[in-house]
């Protein structure tokens, strides 16, 4: 059964910090993971998908990145903005026909 | 603009009632889902369709119910079997799995449900 992990649960950064969310997960057979994010009393974001073959996706200061043989992905944020303040969870399709989601990571920007 | 609606945003259940919520998407979209989101928990999936008039149970399915009757609407009904329903919930839909997938899920607003 895949599992997902995100550690740490909850950070706290000043502004302009570059800054790296991570996610591991147990199974290495997945079709694509993805990042979203979550603000309070809202749905999810869709932020960047990476298919299997991928390596790497980028979006603005958004970059995130795959390593199947490792099972793990992370979520690099440049020059981080208290907009950016938020709940970030990844999620695996492994052709089960539905995503397994972490538990996300809160992020808290400092001005 | 292309979206999924949820509504209400807020619901209040009295003891032994059934409730529903709504969900409707314009994005064409054949795969929807609905998951049940705790504090500490992460997102847990109650129900989700492939397609119109075919549904199957997510992992923590009992108490609710689901039809498809549409493909643009995916109703969720929190029965009174359901001990502890309060909590947040989210509906989501996809272009469909079947196969595998390569485009993003996207997600509602949510309905955060009560007990009075």
């Known amino acids: 059964k895949q599992e997902v992990t995100q550690i740490p649960a909850a950070l706290s950064v000043p502004e302009g910090e570059n800054l790296v969310l991570n996610c591991s997960f147990t199974d290495s057979a997945i079709y694509n993971l993805q990042w979203f994010r979550q603000d309070p009393g809202k749905g999810l974001t869709s932020l960047l998908l990476i298919q299997s073959s991928q390596r790497e996706q980028t979006s603005g200061r958004l970059n995130a990145s795959l390593d199947k043989s490792s099972g793990r992905s992370t979520l690099y944020i440049a020059a981080s903005q208290p907009g950016d303040s938020a709940t970030y969870l990844c999620?695996?399709?492994?052709?089960?026909?539905?995503?397994?989601f972490g538990k996300g990571t809160k992020l808290t920007v400092n001005p | 603009d292309g979206g999924i609606t949820q509504s209400p945003k807020y619901l209040f259940r009295k003891e032994g009632q059934n409730v529903t919520l709504s969900c409707e998407q314009n994005l064409n979209h054949d795969a929807m889902y609905w998951y049940r989101q705790d504090p500490g928990q992460g997102l847990r999936l109650i129900y989700y369709?492939?397609?119109?008039?075919?549904?199957q149970k997510g992992d923590i399915a009992e108490g609710y119910s689901v039809s498809r009757e549409k493909k643009e609407s995916f109703p969720l009904t929190v029965t009174s079997a359901q001990k502890n329903p309060t909590a947040f919930y989210l509906c989501a839909s996809n272009p469909g799995t079947r196969g595998g997938s390569n485009q993003p899920q996207h997600f509602g607003d949510g309905t955060r449900l009560s007990i009075l």
């Open positions: 369709s492939q397609i119109v008039n075919d549904f």
């Open positions: 999620a695996l399709f492994g052709g089960s026909e539905k995503l397994v």
